[in-house]
């Protein structure tokens, strides 16, 4: 699993028509949005037929984001084989 949370910049008079197209991104979901600061917070979560590469680029190219800032990423890929750190 792969996850990564975005905040985007956009003027507020954009917002529902940003977060309409948003959510038509895969693994894309608006999660908050400021008018008075002009910012949302989205997640972007990988699944089947996408990754979260393809949609974070999706997002940061959509129609009104003035900016796009990756303030948060998790992957779980590699636990499974790495080796447990020793508690001395």
């Known amino acids: 699993m792969k996850i990564a949370s975005l905040v985007l ?4 008079e954009h917002f ?7 959510g038509e991104i895969p693994g894309v979901e608006v999660h908050s949005r400021c008018a008075d600061s ?3 917070v989205v997640t972007v979560e990988d ?3 996408y990754s979260t590469s393809d949609s974070i680029l999706a997002v940061s190219l959509t129609q009104h984001v003035l900016v ?3 303030a948060y990423e998790y992957t779980d890929e590699g636990l499974a084989e790495a080796p447990a750190l020793a508690m001395a």
């Open 9 to 12: 910049r956009a003027k507020p």
């Open 16 to 22: 529902a028509e940003l977060s309409q197209t948003l």
């Open 38 to 40: 002009g910012r949302l």
């Open 47 to 49: 699944g089947d037929g």
């Open 68 to 70: 796009a800032t990756l």
